[in-house]
């Protein structure tokens, strides 16, 4: 079976371009998770869904940032008027159900390279 | 806010020693705990997954302990080959009012082994 896939693997952005940064999920997955991680530190928190609702935005580091997963699958994030502090690794993770036991698995991220 | 510490944060070893990695919780109100490894440019592979209910986990050369009362966990990797050269991370779930497991990561420890 699939993992976590995602694309594009490596995205080079101009200051003030929108992205839009895609994560598949592994089928059947309830929940999903976004992280942005800063080079050589560990990944941060940006919003869970369960399911095509999005329970928690509190780590979305501003209203530029917006994610959506319309039909509880797929998801996108979507970075507006990228700035060079964007420029991270961009991970998704999905776990099987919508309990703190639930393992994660994590996709291989992209990485956002914003000048 | 939770805290992770790692320590020590970079190890540099021969092949064939057995090692251990720390981490360490402000909060030891643990639910449960994921080692992963990332190796460089690409997403984190889960290790080892220790429940609630659990103290340890094994997988092959590994070993992860959870001590709740402490707030620690350890991983111990038996017999080191430079294959586990990566960065392993003992991220908290973070609890309170969130069910959904969201993930709260330190800055890892960075292994390397050498032939």
């Known amino acids: 079976g699939a993992g976590v896939s995602q694309s594009p693997r490596y995205k080079v952005a101009k200051r003030g371009q929108d992205v839009a940064l895609r994560c598949d999920p592994i089928s059947g997955h309830v929940s999903l998770f976004w992280y942005q991680q800063a080079l050589g530190q560990g990944p941060e928190f940006l919003t869970y869904f369960q399911n095509e609702a999005q329970l928690d935005k509190s780590g979305l580091p501003s209203d530029r940032f917006f994610a959506e997963r319309p039909e509880g699958s797929v998801s996108t994030l979507k970075i507006q008027r990228t700035q060079q502090e964007d420029s991270a690794v961009y991970l998704c993770?999905?776990?099987?159900?919508?309990?703190?036991?639930?393992?994660?698995?994590f996709g291989p991220g992209t990485r956002l390279t914003v000048l | 806010k939770q805290e992770v510490t790692q320590i020590p944060a970079a190890l540099s070893v021969p092949e064939g020693e057995n090692l251990v990695l720390n981490c360490s919780f402000t909060d030891s109100a643990i639910y449960n705990l994921q080692w992963f490894r990332q190796d460089p440019g690409k997403g984190l592979t889960s290790l080892l997954l220790i429940q609630s209910s659990q103290r340890e986990q094994t997988s092959g050369r590994l070993n992860a302990s959870l001590d709740k009362s402490s707030g620690r966990s350890t991983l111990y990797i038996a017999a080191s080959q430079p294959g586990d050269s990566a960065t392993y991370l003992c991220p908290f779930p973070l609890a309170g009012g969130t069910s959904y497991g969201k993930l709260t990561f330190g800055q890892g420890t960075i292994l390397t082994v050498h032939p």
């Open positions: 993770a999905s776990s099987p159900g919508y309990v703190r036991s639930n393992e994660q698995f």
